[in-house]
């Protein structure tokens, strides 16, 4: 069985991180995606299982895995969740024109990732069609990207141009740590230095409770909390 845990005590603004792909919640376990199934082992539809995180957490993290592996964004599944309450969506936009079908679904801010954006001047164009655009730093031993430009830029030369476009929060994932929730350290010296940045600071990457704590200590805004930590599976 299933089913959403308390909110921790903390006073991080911790946003739930919820993967969907071909329709479906799914989850990182031994490098491959398993879906999230109901008692009777049926797949969980998103909108439901969105409905009851945000009965938990004021917002939630989308993560859309058609967008970020093949370019190919469920919008009609992202429109239905978007009107269960506040979500944020990595759709896996290349292009500023990528978000525009994403923007009118009804979500409430389009997250633009380093391993997908094509560029600077990119992200620059998608905050020119609205503010509520953030950039996502994903990180795996070194930034992660398809534009050269980008990946040989640091976390933090990333999150000050973030501070110079006028974007409101930098998301920092180390995506080593997805799928082994707790089971590698925190990248302490980049989260404290981008910490003191001037853009508020999320961290993702396998968090779970346990996290919390220290990521408040090292000066972030907030934590992407892995959908493992939020639910409980029980025969």
Avoid: C
């Amino acid at each position: 069985m299933t089913a959403v845990s308390p909110t921790p005590e903390q006073k991080l603004d911790v946003v739930p991180t919820v993967s969907v792909r071909d329709g479906e919640v799914v989850v990182v376990r031994g490098g491959q995606y398993e879906r999230l199934e109901d008692e009777d082992g049926r797949p969980l539809e998103p909108p439901f299982f969105l409905e009851q995180v945000l009965k938990q957490y004021p917002r939630a993290l989308v993560m859309d895995i058609n967008g970020i592996e093949d370019n190919r964004p469920q919008v009609e599944l992202l429109t239905e969740m978007a009107e269960a309450g506040e979500i944020w969506v990595d759709p896996g936009a290349r292009h500023a024109e990528g978000i525009i079908d994403i923007l009118v679904s009804g979500v409430s801010a389009v997250v633009m990732g380093t391993k997908t954006v094509a560029g600077i001047d990119q992200l620059a164009a998608a905050f020119e069609m609205s503010e509520n655009i953030y950039l996502g730093i994903d990180w795996d031993g070194g930034v992660q990207s398809q534009s050269q430009d980008l990946l040989h830029m640091s976390p933090r030369s990333l999150a000050d141009i973030a501070g110079n476009l006028g974007i409101k929060k930098v998301l920092f994932s180390d995506l080593s740590r997805t799928g082994n929730a707790g089971g590698k350290p925190l990248q302490e010296k980049i989260i404290a230095e981008l910490a003191k940045g001037p853009v508020p600071l999320y961290v993702g990457g396998g968090i779970v409770e346990k996290d919390l704590p220290e990521l408040k200590r090292i000066g972030a805004e907030g934590a992407l909390l892995s959908v493992l930590a939020i639910v409980t599976e029980a025969a």
